[in-house]
C-alpha cells in the first residue's frame, strides 16, 4: 500500500498526477515520474533478473568473473560549473555505480554526442578532465564514440560513460538487502552538487561559492567493506532526487520503513542559503560525492570509524535507522521536533542536474 | 606517407582543410575530419593500448575471461525508416561491433536522452523494436539510465548502447591482422541503409521502396569463423564512411594496400538510382547489416561458401585483394577498365545516418 501523493508531502511545486501522453522533464528527475516511465515502459519491455533488481548496475557472472556493469548519460547544463564540469562528472558518475556494488572498477566506454558549433577549447577542456579524473580513480577508458548533431538539435555536449568493475567479494550488496534494526550511515553534506549548478543557473552571489562536491567513491567504498564487511547490507550514492528520493527507494526495495534524524543530517550553511531563497529541500537535491551506507547494527560503528579515516568521509554520521513499522515509508524526526514523511519527488526540482 | 587529398578523389564536396575552431558534421562522418579529432584530442588525452588499436571494440581480459566491450551512440534523423528504426539499429549496431571481435554478445546496457515533448507513442514503440531486436540477437539489456532534455536542446531521442561479449577462441581478429595475399571478403550489396534514410529525407520516390540493411550478424560471424578458423584476419561493418572508409582504415593499420574490382561489388539498382540523383558514391554509404572479412588465400574460398549458407550472406563474394604494392591506398579497377582511387571521406556525405 503506498501513501497518496499530497503536494504538501513534496520538495517541490503540485505536478499534474495523470499519465503524460509526451515525455516531460520530470520524467528525467529521478523521481516518481522517472520510476513511473521505468515501470509502464522499461521492465515490461526488457525484464530479466538483472535489470529487475533496479539497482544502479547490473552484477553478471561471465566464464566465473563476476562483474557490476553499469550506464548513464550526462546532460548537465551548464557543462562548467563552480568544483568539476561534465567530463568530470561522467567519469565520477560511473564509477561510483560500479563502486555501489563493491566493484573495482576497471574499464569505462565513452561515447560523445558533440553539437555543431561546439568550440572545440570546450570539448579539449572537458576531455581534460575526463583524463584526471579517470588517472585519479584509476580506470582505463577503452573504448568510444563520437556523434555529432546539428546546431540546435543537442546542447554542447552530451556525454554517456558506461563502465565495468570486477567484484572480488562474496558479499551481495543490493537495494533490497536493508533489514529492521539497521543503522542508516550518510558520507556527508548533502546537496552541495545540486546547488552549485543552480547557484550558477540562476545568477546566485553569496560569501562563499558552492561548489560541486564530484568525487569517485570507490576507495570510500572499499574502506567501509574493509571494516564492516558483509554487515554493509545496500551502498548507494544519492544522485538525481537527492537523500529523499534514494531513502524511499531502497525502504521500497527492502519493504522496510526509515526513521531519520533531520539534526544529524548536514548542509552547509552556504547550500541552505540557496535551498530557502530558491524554495528546494536539500533532502531532494543531488548529490555527485556522497554515498548513503545501509549497515547491520554491530557494524555500522566500525564503518563510520573507516570513513572518518577517509578524505571523502571525514563528516559521515549515523543519521538514523531502518524500522519494521511503516514499511516503504520515510519518516524524519525535524529539529523542532515533529515527525515529517519524505516522500518521493513526483516530478522535477532541479531540470538537467547531472 | 599518406596520399595528400584532392577533392577530385572523394566522393563528396571539396571542403575546407584546415583544422577547424568548432565542432562540424563532418567531425562525426566516421571519415578524415572524425579520425583528426580522434587522433588530435581523444588518444593523447587517453592513450592506452586498448584504445589505441581502434578496433570498433576494445578486448580486455578480466580474472581470466577475455572480453569485448564497446559503445556507441544512435541520433539518426528520422528515428522511423524504411526497415527499421533508432531503437533495432542501436541494438544490432552493438551487437555487430561485439561481432566483429569474434565475441559471442552477452549482455548490454542502454542510456536514453530524450527530448522535452517525444510522443510516448514513439517511444513505446522504439523500445518495443529495441526488445525484439535483443531477443532476435539472443543479448540481455541488463542495465540502464533515462534523461531528459529540454524541448530544442536534443532530437526526440539519442540511444547509446553499450555491449560486453565472451571471445571463446584464441585467435586475434584485429585491423592490423591483414597481409598481402589476403582475400577481401564482402557479404552482400552496399548503401542499402544510407539511401533507404536519405531517399526518406529527400522524399525521394522510386519503383521499389530502398530498405535499410539493419541486422545483427553474429550468428554470420559464427559461421565464417567455424569454416575459416584463424584464417579470418579482420572483420569490420562498414557503417559510417562506407566500405571507402573501412577499407582505408584496414589499409593503414596493416601498412598495406588493397586492390579491389567494382565488378565485383552489388549495389541494387534502386540503390544506385538513389546515389545517381543526390551525387554520392555507394563506396561511401553507410551500411548496417553488412561485414568485410579479410580472409586468407587459403581459407577465403571456405568462408565464402559458409557465408552463402547464412540468409546474411547469400550474396557474399570476394571483391578483391590485399597487396604488398601501394600501402596504405586503396585501388579499384573500374566496370570501364580504368583504376580508381579510393580514398577515406574527408568530411560529411550524409549526416546522422546512425
Redesign the interface.
Known amino acids: 500500500m503506498s501513501e497518496p501523493v499530497r503536494p504538501e508531502m513534496l520538495g517541490s511545486c503540485p505536478v499534474p498526477l495523470a499519465?503524460?501522453?509526451?515525455?516531460?522533464?520530470?520524467?528525467?528527475s529521478g523521481g516518481k515520474l522517472?520510476a513511473d516511465?521505468?515501470h509502464r515502459?522499461?521492465l515490461p519491455?526488457?525484464s530479466?533478473p538483472?535489470?529487475d533488481r533496479l539497482d544502479d548496475?547490473?552484477v553478471?557472472e561471465?566464464?566465473?568473473?563476476?562483474?557490476a556493469?553499469?550506464?548513464?548519460?550526462?546532460?548537465i547544463?551548464p557543462i562548467f560549473f563552480p568544483g568539476g564540469d561534465i567530463g568530470e562528472l561522467a567519469i565520477n558518475g560511473t564509477v561510483n555505480d560500479l563502486a555501489m556494488s563493491g566493484a573495482r572498477p576497471?574499464?569505462l566506454?565513452?561515447?560523445?554526442?558533440?553539437?555543431?558549433?561546439?568550440?572545440?577549447?570546450d570539448?579539449?577542456r572537458v576531455?581534460?578532465s575526463?583524463?584526471k579524473a579517470?588517472q585519479r580513480a584509476n580506470v582505463?577508458?577503452?573504448?568510444?564514440?563520437?556523434?555529432?548533431?546539428?546546431r540546435?538539435?543537442?546542447?554542447q555536449i552530451?556525454i554517456?560513460t558506461?563502465g565495468?568493475g570486477?567484484i572480488e567479494h562474496a558479499w551481495n550488496l543490493s537495494a533490497d538487502r536493508a533489514r529492521a534494526g539497521d543503522k542508516v550511515l550518510l558520507s556527508g553534506s548533502i546537496g552541495d552538487h545540486g546547488m552549485a549548478i543552480m547557484s550558477q543557473r540562476e545568477g546566485l552571489e553569496f560569501e562563499g561559492t558552492i561548489e560541486s562536491d564530484t568525487a569517485a567513491l570507490h576507495g570510500l567504498v572499499a574502506a567501509i567493506l574493509a571494516a564492516a564487511g558483509d554487515g554493509v547490507h545496500v551502498l548507494r550514492d544519492p544522485t538525481r532526487g537527492g537523500i529523499g528520493t534514494t531513502l524511499n527507494e531502497i525502504a521500497a526495495r527492502s519493504q522496510v520503513g526509515m526513521a531519520i534524524e533531520e539534526s544529524t543530517i548536514l548542509v552547509r550553511h552556504t547550500v541552505q542559503g540557496a535551498c530557502e531563497i530558491l524554495g528546494l529541500d536539500p533532502l531532494y537535491v543531488a548529490n555527485e560525492g556522497k554515498l548513503l551506507a545501509i549497515v547491520s547494527s554491530e557494524a555500522a560503528d566500525a564503518a563510520v570509524e573507516a570513513m572518518h579515516q577517509h578524505e571523502l568521509g571525514r563528516e559521515a554520521r549515523i543519521i538514523g535507522e531502518v524500522v519494521a513499522e511503516h514499511p516503504r515509508m520515510v519518516l524524519m524526526k525535524t529539529g523542532i521536533g515533529g515527525t515529517r514523511i519524505v516522500d518521493t519527488l513526483y516530478g522535477e526540482q532541479l531540470?538537467?542536474i547531472c
Open positions: 499519465h503524460p501522453e509526451q515525455i516531460v522533464l520530470g520524467h528525467g522517472t516511465l521505468i515502459f522499461i519491455a526488457f530479466n538483472y535489470l548496475q547490473a553478471v561471465i566464464s566465473g568473473a563476476r562483474l556493469f553499469t550506464t548513464d548519460s550526462f546532460v547544463t576497471l574499464y566506454a565513452a561515447a560523445l554526442i558533440l553539437e555543431e558549433g561546439l568550440a572545440i577549447q570539448l579539449q576531455l581534460d575526463m583524463r579517470a582505463l577508458l577503452v573504448t568510444g564514440d563520437t556523434k555529432v548533431v546539428n540546435g538539435k543537442g546542447d552530451f554517456t558506461t565495468i570486477v531540470p538537467r
